[in-house]
């Protein structure tokens, strides 16, 4: 992977380090690098430098909020300039819980074309080369049959939860994903805040979930209990870990995230035998791990 060889700029510093490394090796030359030489002066020098820059089977996988950008702001310049010089090195690609148009308000209307590989929604929506290469969804996985069972058990389940406040927005449908909230979700956040309180106390998010789980076992549904007020249902794998399956072909995948930790939304990627995992506390620090393990080598 890291073949000296391999390691050329571009432009005319490039060219003179070319030089001077086929210089330096010129001394414990066998036959093993004329073949290679030969193979790499077949091509004109300009493809050369394009073959000999990207690193071949490595890619940088990249969470979004967080970790290239602030919770839920937009990008900065410099992360965006930063990331088209990292793509000149290697193969780039991000993936997201967000939906495609929040990817985009965050990321950029161009996001698609940007990046090698664009996940939405975990990799439900998957993007190679600006082009649509897969979608999922829930409706597509579970049949409107099962979802229906879901729904039906829950409305019945949340009505007879007795708690002191309930809203409205109980069950939220979405493409990879149910989200349940035994208050509702549009409630205010004093009514948020005190829902969390009562349920600390109560276990009422908790309660349900081993209900659920145990009653819809046959459907192979994980559920996460996140933020103050709901818990998603999903199918088991549906996490960021779903996107792995459209970059079999790379060998070495290296994964950024900021919550990695046990329970975090990047942790079963960061855990995954598939990859190599780097926890990062800000953007910033992304692009600083990112220099050190890519770029510096290139300098
Ligand atoms: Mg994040």
């Known amino acids: ?5 391999m390691s050329v700029k571009s432009g005319s510093d490039g060219y003179l380090a070319l030089r001077m490394e086929l210089r330096s090796s010129i001394t414990s030359f066998d036959y093993r690098d004329f073949v290679h030489l030969s193979f790499f002066m077949c091509f004109p020098l300009r493809l050369r430098y394009r073959m000999a820059v990207r690193r071949p089977g ?19 310049p410099k992360m965006l300039k930063f990331m088209q010089d990292l793509r000149k090195v290697v193969t780039v690609g991000i993936v997201g819980g967000s939906d495609l148009v929040k990817i985009s308000e965050q990321l ?18 998957a993007y190679k080369d600006g082009k649509l290469v897969g979608t999922q969804s829930l409706k597509t996985h579970l049949g409107d049959e099962n979802i229906r069972d879901f729904v039906n058990f829950t409305l019945h389940y949340l009505a007879d939860i007795d708690i002191p406040i309930k809203r409205g927005t109980f069950i ?4 990879g994903m149910i989200n349940v909230s035994p208050i509702g979700r549009n409630c205010s956040q004093e009514e948020r805040d005190e829902f969390e309180k009562y349920d600390k ?12 789980r145990e009653k819809f076992a046959h459907l192979n549904l994980t559920f996460s209990i996140g933020g103050q007020i709901s818990f998603d249902a999903f199918p088991q794998g549906w996490d960021k870990t779903y996107c792995l ?8 995948i290296h994964f950024f995230g900021d919550k990695t930790y046990k329970g975090g939304n990047d942790h079963e990627i ?3 035998a598939r990859t190599v995992g780097h926890t990062v506390r800000s953007p910033d620090d992304t692009i600083d791990q990112c220099t050190t393990l890519f770029l510096n080598k290139q300098a």
Request: proline residues 3%; aromatic residues 10%.
């Open 108 to 125: 950029g209307s161009t996001v698609t074309n940007d990046y090698d590989y664009v996940f939405a929604e975990n990799g439900l929506v």
């Open 201 to 212: 106390v109560h276990n009422i998010r908790g309660k349900m979930v081993e209900v659920l």
């Open 270 to 272: 960061y855990e995954s």
């Open 1 to 5: 992977m890291d073949d000296p060889k």
């Open 58 to 76: 490595l890619i940088a996988l990249f969470d979004v909020d967080g970790t290239l950008t602030a919770p839920r702001k937009g990008v900065t």
């Open 245 to 252: 399956k459209y970059l079999d072909e790379l060998e070495e």
């Open 172 to 175: 939220e449908f979405r493409s």
